[in-house]
């Protein structure tokens, strides 16, 4: 009995840390995921731009190649990309060209709150994310950068 009695101060302790932390906190990375050929360019974009977006420090990281030699997509490859993304807590968006496949990981992202620009200049798409992302404030950063990314 005593021993659980002495690890209510540690529990407490513990779950304030815990609920002060997370992707909201000031200087916290998130990340936008972006299809390969606009990764390039996003890239240069956040370059341009400066790495931090409010106060948040952007992070854009690159997807498996999933077109088909053919010319076709790879349905399996967009489906484990957009998984990538829903499985990172930090992720906020995520950035790919128009195309058959966006169907597809949409509705994969859209479970996770995960807005798909679509785009065909890697510029244009990573300037609205970052936009976006400057908007958010100071908490819900993934569910406020979905707002401000909604078509009207």
Known sequence: MRRIRNSWPLAIIALAVAGCGGSDSEGATVS????????????QELASHGSTAGHFTVAVRCL???ETSGGGVDLAADGSNSRRATSDSSAVATLEPPGPGTKFTRAILES????????TSAQKGMS???TA?????????R???ADALEPS
Do not use: H
């Open 32 to 43: 936008v995921y972006v299809a390969p050929p606009l990764c390039a360019g996003a890239k």
């Open 128 to 130: 609205r994310i970052l």
């Open 112 to 119: 996770a709150e995960i807005p798909l620009v679509t785009s």
């Open 64 to 66: 498996a190649p999933s």
């Open 133 to 141: 992302i400057e908007g958010a404030g100071d908490s819900g950063i």
């Open 143 to 145: 569910g406020a950068v």
